[in-house]
């Protein structure tokens, strides 16, 4: 391992921080290593305070519902979508949380919009409140200002166009990596479905085509291309919002 010779034959100080990240990122997205993702939340915690991470997963269960609405005439098709979801549940989470704690990272750090926020928060909170609080606006349904910055905020981040490189790339090398192969193979990984048909007294067994063809299975990489990488700047938009609220709580944290 690369960074494991860096840190072998150099003093540790002389180890470029994001090597460190790098290969901890990688190792968390590429081989699941819930270590790496632990150290690089520790890092994190250490040189930003960053303490609540708390992701919202939606995705699969969305992807399933999309994959038998494309698929609705397709015999079989809500096992071919329960199938596919399982097959990458696992990578699928693990996208998510990273792309959350990159998005929560960057608002952590916006000094202008936490500003902002915080001037929004003290027009209908008082500084008790809050201290007391645990969260701020995260769940914000209600009031007309507070929904006005979050929705500018949102935009803001679509069209940024490093962020929206930044999305591309991360969900094209998960994808590449760890599902395309798995969605290429999506028809050994089903059961031979049978069904019983009767007709005049007469039983007769027949096999469902519940397989995908060649073009079918484009068609789903395409799909699920386009859903991970809408559903990335979900994930980072709501991190960089949460990002935002804590860090105003923290300012009136004390001791």
């Known amino acids: 391992m690369e960074l494991a010779r860096k840190l072998n034959q150099k003093p540790l100080k002389t180890v470029a921080f994001k090597d460190i990240k790098k290969y901890l990122i990688a190792n968390f997205l590429y081989k699941g290593d819930l270590d790496s993702i632990n150290i690089l939340l520790n890092i994190y915690n250490i040189y930003e305070s960053i303490e609540n991470i708390y992701p919202r997963y939606v995705t699969l269960e969305n992807l399933r519902k999309d994959i038998i609405k494309i698929y609705r005439q397709k015999d079989g098709i809500e096992l071919i979508a329960r199938n596919l979801s399982s097959l990458i549940h696992d990578d699928v989470n693990r996208l998510e949380l990273y792309l959350y704690l990159e998005g929560y990272r ?28 645990k969260k701020l606006f995260q769940y914000e349904f209600k009031n007309e200002e507070v929904l006005s910055f979050k929705k ?3 935009k803001e981040i679509r069209k940024d166009r490093q962020i929206r490189v930044f999305i591309r790339n991360t969900v094209t090398d998960v994808k590449k990596k760890l599902i395309d192969d798995k969605i290429n193979k999506i028809n050994d990984h089903l059961d031979l479905q049978l069904v019983f048909k009767s007709e005049d007294n007469d ?41 935002i609220n804590d860090r105003v709580i923290k300012r009136y944290k004390w001791g």
């Not at 960057?106 to 007391?132: P, Q, V």
């Open 203 to 243: 039983v007769q067994i027949e096999e469902l085509d519940s397989y995908l063809t060649d073009s079918e299975i484009e068609i789903l990489n395409n799909k699920i291309f386009k859903f991970l990488y809408i559903d990335g700047f979900r994930i980072f938009r709501n991190g960089f919002w949460d990002g």
């Open 106 to 133: 960057l608002g952590f750090n916006s000094k202008k919009h936490i500003n902002t926020l915080e001037m929004i928060a003290l027009k209908y909170l008082t500084i008790d409140e809050l201290y007391n609080r």
């Open 152 to 154: 500018l905020i949102f």
